[in-house]
């Protein structure tokens, strides 16, 4: 079972289908993304620096509810130590051109994959799948193994441990969701 909090600051708690459903229609979850969305405009179009960019989205993206892909917590607590495994494990494609184009290139292959969920990250430049980790593998190999399998020989190896957290989208962010999730 995947991890549900309202925040990065607040505890996890197991996550149901509902919680998850409600969270995509969320208002303030696609005012946030949408906000990210005009900032990121604004700086390609030059009325805004990358660092100032980085700042606003930073800032904004604090403000979404989170998933925990990888695991729930004893205690609710975000810590490695507490973590109960949920045998599934996320990937991320940042700063790509077109995250709809990628996932069309990869949908064939979903199920080779084990991808149950495909979204475009809240800063509309990323792509983010999340798999069900292959038999026999840690979830750091699991991170080797889908960049393997991507043909990705630059991936974000950041994303290894069982605490790390995923921004919830608005549902028009969402490529793809399995029943299984």
Not at 81 to 110: F, Q, T
Not at 137 to 144: F, G
Request: hydrophobic share 35%; charged share 30%.
């Amino acid at each position: 079972m995947i991890g549900y909090a309202k925040s990065v600051k607040d505890n996890v708690q197991p996550c149901t289908r509902e919680q998850l459903h409600s969270a995509f229609d969320s208002p303030r979850v696609a005012e946030v993304c949408q906000a990210i969305a005009e900032a990121l405009q604004k700086h390609r179009q030059g009325g805004m620096t990358k660092d100032e960019y980085e700042a606003v989205k930073s800032l904004m993206k604090k403000q979404l509810p989170i998933l925990t892909p990888h695991a729930t917590f004893r205690n609710g607590r975000r810590l490695n130590a507490d973590a109960v495994p949920s045998g599934l494990s996320m990937y991320d494609l940042d700063h790509i051109p077109d995250p709809e184009g990628r996932w069309r290139e990869i949908e064939p292959r979903k199920d080779e994959l084990g991808i149950v969920m495909a979204h475009i990250t809240p800063s509309a430049e990323g792509l983010r799948l999340i798999f069900v980790i292959p038999d026999g593998k840690t979830l750091a190999e699991a991170q080797r193994w889908m960049a393997d399998m991507l043909g990705d020989q630059k991936y974000d190896e950041c994303v290894k441990d069982y605490a790390r957290c995923s921004f919830i989208v608005p549902r028009e962010y969402v490529l793809f969701m399995s029943d299984k999730l």
